[in-house]
């Protein structure tokens, strides 16, 4: 089952609607939400604080019946739940050496496995110390033993990932958050039982809090608050319940009393980010600030009858691609990134001439869009970009059209060079028959362009500016010493399917500017709205090296057609790089976001399970290329310059592509189809 998961386990949080007092109608509620989570496949349920009571009761709680009426209905409900496979979460007030406290009850299959009380409460209830030793309750014969203390983190003992603890009302919200000290712990599910009021601005505010925590800890949160059903007698209490993953919100409710919402977490990303933080730690301040030793694990084989399927979260296609609204600032400052760097680079050198080979394609649009921006930046003419247009054997008219149309629009200079008569003049120095369109014929057009383009930045005392990206980088695809080699290389830190979204945000903003123009200025207007449909046509292009002689005037080699669709290649790069996943895991995200979630599924599993063998042969064979490739900025968090990634020439992918061996051989034929 675990591995079947791949690390993924569904959480949950509800309101449960109640009656203050009502501690049997309460509690009943409370076991029909248990058993809907259990049909649900839900391995772990959080509740509010004091859900078994209510939490408005005032000094009700302190009294007899109702603390005795708590303890027979939380043993009630551990016998109602024999043989749950749900952990789930029981808030109650408690008497317990001569001190009221507000406690967590955790339960699972018929156990009570530990009592957790609140390490700081607004509801006049003991506070319980903080480190200190764990004591033990006695409840009944039936529950011996069980473990007392604010500091407990419950572990399943299968799956060491799994680790949860109870954190209750507004002690989340101390300075130093007793989060972050679990989560520095080993805590990576923070449960929180919340007694939040609906009040102006609270929901905004606790989103934003909980974000900015679990991305600073490292942790899933669960946080599930007091239902409005509590008294109204001051407020409304505002079943605000959240589910978050390392700052991302996943699952929200308002509101809503009796509703589960759910969602899976991802533990093993969770527990290889811990790794890497570490990674990056001094390691003496790591031991002296940890404090290992002050959290109690309490180990339950709580996973063990949990298989979750297909998951309910949605698995993002284009990984590199930002949300919408948080797009166009993204962009622009990705954009100044490049820019800067460029500049960086230019001064260094006493520079202010750029030249690129300008295809039609996208890569080299792009790379010319941030030339453009450049020379904005510097105050200098945009004749200072050389456009250089080197048509060979593979050329169509209309990369051919959009070079030249480009290079124009932004006022480049622009020359025309072809490389036909150049080529066929090597082959014949080398004795190479120009009929035969193999390696040969593909890369002597790639170094020649390189070796003219190498010699007119001497020529002209200009920068060469490299184009490919990164996604070529990683697959290799890209001619050694020949298109892969530049004086800088802007575009390499650049995945392609980020490279065709940024010059469509591009094109999008001139054709702004060009409507906005079309009101003052019709000259004005003209020059954008040319732009604007130049860059519309680049976007057109399929994308081709175009080295191969063309088929009836059209574009005869499509790289996505020999070496499989970029959207799957990023997707694999993303989480072979980001989180150093396993082909089988790598496998089954890319099921989930592209057939699982989807009407009708965008590739099959046989073509996932292609493509992802062509992307790990070549990722590995194909090191060499990185190994020596020019200078370029990363812009996110992924780059294969050498202090983003190291990883010998020589290694081999045998271990991985056996794994994606023993993945085919375990499917039904009949699926591969």
């Known amino acids: 089952m675990i591995e079947n998961n791949f690390g993924f386990v569904r959480l949950a949080v509800a309101s449960p609607s109640l009656i203050l007092g009502?501690?049997?109608k309460n509690a009943q509620t409370i076991l029909s939400l248990v058993r809907e989570a259990e049909s649900k496949k839900i391995a772990t349920l959080v509740f509010p604080h004091l859900s078994l009571t209510g939490l408005s009761l005032g000094d009700l709680l302190f009294q007899d019946s109702l603390l005795d009426a708590s303890r027979e209905m939380l043993l009630w409900i551990a016998k109602e739940t024999l043989g749950c496979p749900v952990l789930f979460s029981l808030g109650l007030p408690?008497?317990?050496?001569?001190?009221?406290?507000?406690?967590?009850?955790?339960?699972?299959?018929?156990?009570?496995?530990a009592l957790i009380p609140s390490s700081a409460d607004s509801h006049f209830f003991r506070s319980s110390n903080r480190l200190s030793p764990t004591k033990k309750v006695f409840l009944s014969e039936d529950h011996p033993a069980i473990p007392f203390s604010p500091d407990i983190i419950i572990q399943d003992s299968a799956l060491p990932f799994f680790t949860l603890t109870s954190i209750t009302a507004d002690a989340i919200y101390a300075p130093f958050s007793p989060a972050l000290l679990a989560s520095k712990n080993g805590a990576r599910i923070i449960a929180h039982h919340a007694s939040d009021k609906s009040l102006v601005g609270k929901r905004t505010e606790k989103e934003l809090f909980f974000k900015v925590l679990s991305k600073q800890g490292n942790f899933a949160c669960l946080s599930a608050a007091a239902p409005p059903s509590e008294s109204t007698s001051e407020f409304v209490y505002s079943a605000h319940n959240l589910i978050l993953e390392r700052g991302r919100l996943l699952r929200e409710s308002f509101l809503e009393e009796n509703k589960i919402i759910s969602c899976e977490i991802d533990l093993d990303l969770l527990a290889r980010e811990e790794a890497r933080?570490?990674?990056?730690e001094n390691s003496a301040f790591h031991f002296a600030e940890e404090?290992?030793?002050?959290?109690?694990?309490?180990?339950?084989?709580?996973?063990?009858?949990?298989?979750?399927?297909?998951?309910?979260?949605?698995i993002k296609k284009d990984v590199f691609i930002p949300e919408?609204?948080?797009?166009?600032?993204?962009?622009?400052?990705?954009?100044?990134t490049q820019v800067l760097a460029l500049v960086k680079r230019l001064q260094h050198i006493s520079c202010n001439k750029m030249i690129l080979g300008l295809s039609g394609g996208l890569d080299s649009c792009l790379a010319f869009i941030v030339a453009v921006k450049t020379c904005r930046y510097l105050g200098l003419d945009t004749k200072n970009i050389l456009a250089i247009s080197m048509p060979g054997f593979g050329t169509t008219s209309k990369t051919k059209t959009n070079a030249e149309k480009l290079a124009f629009a932004y006022g480049a200079s622009f020359l025309e060079i072809s490389i036909e008569k150049a080529v066929r003049q090597h082959f014949l120095d080398i004795g190479h028959d120009s009929?035969?369109?193999?390696?040969?014929?593909?890369?002597?057009?790639?170094?020649?362009?390189?070796q003219i383009l190498m010699d007119l930045a001497n020529k002209e005392s200009a920068l060469l500016l490299g184009t490919g990206n990164m996604s070529e980088l990683a697959l290799g695809w890209?001619?050694?010493?020949?298109?892969?080699?530049?004086?800088?290389?802007?575009?390499?830190?650049?995945?392609?399917?980020?490279?065709?979204?940024?010059?469509?945000?591009?094109?999008?903003?001139?054709?702004?500017?060009?409507?906005?123009?079309?009101?003052?200025?019709?000259?004005?207007?003209?020059?954008?709205?040319?732009?604007?449909?130049?860059?519309?046509?680049v976007l057109d292009t399929p994308i081709s090296p175009e080295l191969l002689s063309p088929v009836s005037g059209a574009i005869a080699q499509k790289t996505e057609s020999l070496i499989g669709p970029y959207i799957l290649h990023d997707f694999f790069m993303y989480y072979l790089l980001r989180f150093g996943f396993s082909p089988k895991k790598i496998f089954f995200l890319a099921e989930q976001a592209f057939i699982f979630q989807e009407k009708e599924a965008l590739f099959s599993k046989?073509?996932?399970?292609s493509w992802l063998r062509v992307f790990y042969n070549r990722f590995f064979s194909q090191q060499f290329k990185r190994s020596c490739a020019p200078d370029y900025v990363s812009i996110g968090s992924l780059a294969f310059s050498s202090s983003s990634w190291s990883m010998p020439s020589d290694a081999v992918a045998d271990i991985w592509l056996a794994e994606l061996e023993d993945l085919e051989k375990s499917f039904d034929k009949d699926l591969l189809k």
């Open 478 to 537: 890209t001619t050694y010493n020949g298109d892969h080699m530049s004086m800088y290389a802007l575009n390499s830190g650049i995945p392609k399917t980020l490279v065709k979204d940024l010059v469509q945000f591009e094109a999008d903003e001139i054709l702004k500017i060009a409507k906005t123009a079309e009101k003052e200025d019709d000259a004005e207007a003209k020059k954008y709205m040319e732009r604007a449909q130049v860059l519309a046509a």
């Open 291 to 314: 404090g290992q030793d002050s959290y109690e694990i309490i180990r339950h084989p709580i996973l063990k009858d949990v298989s979750i399927g297909i998951l309910n979260r949605r």
């Open 606 to 609: 046989k073509e996932i399970l």
């Open 324 to 336: 919408l609204v948080d797009k166009k600032a993204r962009y622009e400052a990705l954009f100044q």
């Open 22 to 24: 009502q501690t049997k």
């Open 94 to 113: 408690f008497f317990f050496e001569n001190r009221f406290y507000s406690v967590q009850a955790w339960l699972h299959s018929g156990t009570i496995l």
């Open 435 to 450: 009929t035969v369109e193999n390696v040969v014929f593909e890369n002597a057009q790639a170094r020649e362009r390189t």
């Open 277 to 280: 933080k570490k990674r990056l």
